[in-house]
């Protein structure tokens, strides 16, 4: 029998009529909290995409962890290649560095242009020199995106360059964005850089095209993106008061569009949305009631810190209940999991997390389990 232990109102005393949404004019977008993981909130944001250039956040990532294990250094000089240039140089039409075929040009000079000029022709040579080809290195960033955890991920280059089967979810952009930065604090200070002065060629070339550095308060990062097919994306970090927000969105249709929506996400991150901490580890929440053993019932404690992310114009509207199967059949052992508590808003689930048994509790003796039977009988004698 599902036994609903107990239906707590968590902020408030009355929930309200109608929840509340927030919205927004991207076509997939996510607002993720960087302490805890949890998305704030979420639009098709585990539906894979086309992420265009933010796939470039990935080609980086790469990188820096051959710099971190000293595969590579800042001062490492790749080689250009006629193909480097051809698809991304100055007379490509495409995001370019101004790179020249055969030049020889520092790994940091190229971090730069990936990250400020979001230039292909770097990204490339990039991919060519670790990996041999593009192609190879495409391989290798989806291999090690799966290997930490990023299951949406399909790449086919290092760019963003449009393809159908070159994906990933917002979720997942936003999931590598913080593993960027927790894993690589020095590096990802590029990411913060307004200018550089590399492309002699276009000298107007020179600007990052994040539309919200410099312009919203805290905001230190990351990546845009645009394509025809993609629209035009943002992968941004904002750092405030000790709290980090990222936010990813795709498929607005301006430039302009991107900059607006990028503001009003960000301010959303942090005025709209809050973590609420309900439970620390081995907090006793409850009880579930036991048969058969030599206790009535066992506590239900939770085996990690439980946050939950919300919308603050529905604080009143979000409820806790913890659910089992019971009553439980002993014997009980300490840290078996007997039951979860549940998150809901507005009869809507937002989240689940396991229970578990806080002690034992040890089956009765066959003279225990023969009263109890009686006492059954008994009761079910009354009854009738």
């Not at 080609?59 to 480097?84: P, Q, W």
């Not at 790179?99 to 990250?115: F, M, S, T, W, Y």
């Not at 960033?141 to 070159?166: I, K, Y």
């Not at 689940?352 to 389990?369: C, D, I, N």
Request: aromatic share 8%.
């Amino acid at each position: 029998m599902r036994v609903l232990l107990a239906l707590l109102i968590l902020i408030g005393t009355a929930p309200l009529v109608r929840a509340a949404e927030f919205e927004t004019s991207a076509t997939h977008a996510v607002i993720l909290d960087y302490e805890t993981g949890l998305v704030l909130f979420g639009k098709g944001a585990d539906a894979p995409i086309q992420p265009a250039s933010m796939t470039k956040i990935m080609t980086l990532y790469m990188v820096f962890e051959r710099l971190r294990s000293g595969a590579l250094t800042l001062d490492t000089e790749f080689i250009i290649s006629a193909d480097a240039w051809r698809r991304g140089g100055f007379s490509s039409g495409s995001s370019t560095m101004c790179l020249r075929p055969k030049e020889r040009v520092r790994v940091e000079d190229l971090i730069r242009g990936v990250i400020v000029l979001s230039g292909n022709d770097a990204a490339i040579a990039l991919a060519e020199n670790i990996a041999g080809s593009e192609e190879a290195f495409a391989r290798q960033m989806t291999e090690r995106a799966h290997e930490l955890g990023l299951t949406s991920v399909q790449f086919r280059n290092a760019t963003g360059w449009p393809d159908e089967a070159h994906v990933i979810s917002v979720h997942d952009l936003a999931e590598l964005s913080r593993i960027i930065i927790r894993d690589f604090p020095q590096e990802y200070a590029y990411f913060a850089e307004r200018e550089y002065d590399w492309c002699k060629a276009a000298p107007s070339n020179r600007y990052n095209r994040n539309p919200v550095l410099g312009v919203v308060p805290g905001a230190d990062g990351l990546k845009t993106g645009h394509t025809e097919i993609a629209g035009y994306g943002l992968a941004a970090a904002v750092l405030r008061d000790g709290q980090r927000r990222i936010v990813v969105f795709s498929g607005m249709s301006s430039n302009r569009g991107r900059a607006s929506e990028g503001e009003r996400m960000i301010r959303a991150a942090f005025g709209e949305f809050e973590i609420k901490s309900l439970y620390t580890k081995d907090d006793v929440i409850g009880e579930a009631k036991v048969v058969l053993g030599k206790a009535v019932s066992v506590p239900l404690v939770t085996p990690e810190d439980i946050n939950v992310a919300l919308y603050r114009p529905n604080r009143r509207s979000i409820t806790t209940a913890i659910v089992y199967e019971g009553p439980i059949a002993a014997p009980v052992q300490k840290g078996d999991q007997l039951a979860m508590l549940v998150v809901e808003e507005k009869g809507v689930v937002k989240a689940s997390y396991p229970l578990l048994a806080g002690a034992s509790v040890e089956k009765k003796g066959l003279f225990g389990l023969a009263i109890e039977g009686l006492l059954r009988l008994i009761r079910g004698a009354g009854k009738e």
